[in-house]
């Protein structure tokens, strides 16, 4: 199997994510779709594509999340961008990014169906603190396909998801 170029630690083609390792497909360092191989797990990029800002959608601080607060993330996309989740994916990739304007400390938990105890972005000071996530998509009876965030700490917080990828088996 042709191997993708690695830069700097990152794979610049959609990837296989095997027990051998990881091999890419577009070998040419192009975002090209991988291909599903018996037994393996199927990484695909998406984007990145803007799927969920708190910023643009709710006027004042209705939009901002509240410390204590846990909420679903419709993957499908605030900003008419189309469902790129297909049926068999079981995480997604995402980055993450958190705005403090307030004083504050705190954490953000991105999880599936049950939060597991975990942060994935922590801050202590107003700001703006980035991280990629590799997240569990939650299924809704409604049939909408989501991940859910949890916001701990003292301060208000906007939240900003962009998709890069998924997971499938």
Avoid: C
Wanted: charged share 10%; hydrophobic share 45%; glycine share 14%.
């Amino acid at each position: 199997m042709q191997r993708g170029k690695v830069l700097a630690g990152i794979v610049t083609g959609a990837a296989l994510l095997s027990a051998g390792g990881v091999a890419a497909a577009g070998g040419d360092g192009g975002l090209a779709p991988a291909t599903v191989l018996s037994g393996q797990i199927q990484f695909d990029t998406a984007g990145p594509t803007r799927v969920y800002d708190s910023r643009e959608y709710q006027p004042g601080d209705g939009s901002r999340f509240q410390p204590g607060t846990s909420a679903h993330i419709p993957l499908a996309g605030q900003l008419d961008a189309p469902d790129r989740i297909p049926i068999g994916a079981k995480a997604v990739l995402v980055n993450l990014t958190v705005v403090v304007k307030a004083p504050g400390h705190g954490f953000l938990a991105a999880h599936g169906p049950t939060w597991q105890g975990n942060s994935t972005v922590n801050w202590a000071t107003p700001g703006t603190y980035t991280n990629v996530a590799l997240v569990p998509v939650t299924d809704l009876p409604s049939g909408a396909r989501t991940m859910q965030v949890r916001v701990e700490g003292n301060a208000a917080i906007d939240v900003i998801v962009d998709l890069t990828g998924w997971v499938a088996v």
